[in-house]
């Protein structure tokens, strides 16, 4: 693995550092956390249930709440042909949405193609009027750093969130989504949301999260 990241790094004449970690009696969610916090980017595998180690080392999710840092999430489908060539940005005007949207500005500054949809937090009979300029707003805000982003359609609050997400996401031939990871309590297991939990578990496509 070492070898393929210096190779890779090389290749793109990257400065980058190789650290071999061993977690000892601590978590390895404990120790990556320790460095993640200085990285640009996090890239993290989805969580396999069927693997039995699982539970100790698929540790996105961890990584999304506690590092504070963007984490790039592989599906366990594995490598596709393309890569942020076409992305998806889920869109609700909310603090971890907007900082998804432009912690993903380097991968949207490259992309082909951005579309945003937008998950309207409020009730269905104020979603007419609050869509236009939320959508406007994020798309005017992303073109002023060189991304031509496109306004889709609206996702009513009380669907699959995540379901309609990823469903949104094929019908589009993304390559990445990008969302916030949104949080509603305090315990882990719960704070992922309906949404981000499903998209973690469901996931065929890279996603992109912050929280």
Not at 31 to 40: G, S
Not at 74 to 79: D, F
Not at 164 to 185: Q, R
């Amino acid at each position: 693995m070492k070898a393929a990241f210096d190779a890779a790094a090389r290749a793109r004449n990257l400065g980058s550092e190789w650290r071999g970690l061993d977690a000892g009696s601590a978590s390895v969610a404990e120790v990556a956390l320790r460095h993640a916090r200085t990285v640009d980017l996090l890239v993290a595998a989805q969580a396999d249930p069927r693997w039995p180690g699982s539970q100790r080392l698929d540790i996105a999710d961890r990584l999304v709440l506690g590092s504070g840092r963007p984490v790039l999430i592989i599906p366990n489908e594995g490598p596709q042909q393309d890569f942020a060539e076409r992305v998806l940005i889920a869109w609700n005007g909310g603090r971890e949405a907007a900082r998804a949207a432009f912690d993903a500005l380097p991968l949207l500054q490259r992309a082909r193609e951005v579309k945003m949809v937008w998950v309207n937090p409020q009730a269905r009979d104020e979603l007419a009027q609050n869509l236009p300029a939320s959508a406007a707003d994020i798309c005017a805000a992303l073109a002023r750093h060189g991304v031509k982003c496109k306004a889709t359609q609206a996702i009513d609050p009380h669907t699959n969130v995540g379901h309609t997400l990823l469903m949104h996401a094929k019908e589009n031939c993304a390559d990445l989504l990008v969302m916030g990871c949104y949080g509603h309590s305090r315990l882990r297991e719960f704070v992922l949301g309906g949404a981000s939990q499903h998209v973690l578990r469901h996931m065929t496509i890279p996603v992109f999260m912050s929280h």
